[in-house]
């Protein structure tokens, strides 16, 4: 009987045994099947996150440009320069001097050109002629585009023109859509007074409208009328704008069409806007004003430099983390920390600025041709070397300050000298009144090809030139 009972109490303790490893696998498995319900929760939300995050962002696809290239009857050799200011009325000898050693010290060479009127003794500075140097430089850069690549002006979805000084009405987007015969319902606009930045801030309009509007084909004209920017007054402030601006405009064809990539040439990858309007000294340092003789002139501050430093120091610091590989902001967090723990004192770690090394994330720079102190301070700043600028002064040396197209032609240059490879990723960096710094990183499609007919195409081979050194 004992035995008997030592054996039933062992059967009940072994049915137990099994029972409680039979709830722990039920409940581990119930555990298990929990943790493979939330992995697949997680997954479903990550994958809804991407796709709502792709349909809420556009591709912006760069199809083609067309820079404006002058006649050559309109170029303004420096000596023809020179003997024109000598020639107009209403210069004192002193200012007759100052802006010829601003032209000799300004980087623009003897190909640089100026609208017809500009010519003329006296320049005629009215509403008319400055309607005919627009006309003829965005009509031809619009007819060479369209004509290039086949496209019937009615596929045009979108248009916006960019020009600070000169503001018709009809605008400019007008001009192009009566001339061309664009859509009724295409959607236009027409930008002024954003200076020498707006082209880049097109891009960013456009890259806007794309998250909306899709399946779009936008038209993009950058450019300045040199026509009614003459000064004839007084102030030194002023009459450097007389030396430094050239005739030239750019046309550029933008897609959010998935099909265009296969044809597009290079597709943004990021687009930055800078502005200090906030700050009185940067709001002031490029104005267009009357002086004290109500002569209306674009004043240009002895500040500017340092504006434009500021400026882009804060653009890059949005724009390094956006760009620069792990590794190199690693390295730049690494030697920013270790300089303000060895540092000793505030002059000491200001002489000695730690700057990324931009080269690891671009391959091509294009630095606004607003004039060669702009690029000389773009390139210090940013810890480049002299090949890096050779865009920038090269368009500064043939076209002159073309203002907002100038990153174009910069661009075109590079192309025309073979350096544009598929994947290389090219930086514009361009400034602008208000004051305004605007960064577009842009990264190439294809390998493009040299021969292709640009603005370029007629002297690529007589370049880099040798350039006086005037430091």
Partial sequence: MGTNMLFLF?????????????????ASSSIFTHFIEARAALLLLGFLYLAFRSNSTSSVYLIDYTCYRPPDHLRAPVPNFTEHIERTEGFSRENRDFQQKVLQRSGIGDEACMPISVHELPPNTSFGPSQQEVEQVVFQVVKDLLSEHRINPKEIDMLISNCSIFCPAPSITSMIINRFGLRSNVKSISLSGMGCSAGLLSISMIK???????????????MEAVTPNGYRGRTKSMLVANTIFRMGGAAILLSNKKHDKWRAHYELQHLVR?????????????????????????????????????????NVSELGPLVLPYSEQLKYCWLVTCQKLCGKGRAKREAAVVVPRFKRAFEHFCIHAGGRAIIDGVEKNLKLENEDGEASRMTLYRFG????????????????????????????????????????VWKSLANVDPERKKAWSDRIHMYPVQMPDFS
């Fill in 10 to 26: 062992s059967d009940w303790s072994l049915v137990d045994s099994v029972t409680t490893i039979a709830e722990t696998a039920e």
């Fill in 208 to 222: 806007e409208l794309f998250k909306v509007h899709k399946n779009s084909l936008a038209l993009v004209l950058s």
């Fill in 274 to 314: 800078t502005h200090m309007g906030a700050d009185e000294q940067s709001y002031c340092s490029v104005v267009q004003k009357p002086d004290e003789e109500d002569v209306v002139g674009v004043s240009l501050s002895k500040s500017l430099l340092q504006v434009a430093a500021r400026a882009l120091k804060i």
């Fill in 401 to 440: 300050n073309t203002s907002s197209s100038s990153v174009w032609y910069e661009l075109s240059y590079l192309e025309a000298k073979g350096k544009v490879k598929k994947g290389d990723r090219i930086w514009q960096i361009s400034f602008g009144s208000g004051f305004k710094c605007n960064s577009a």
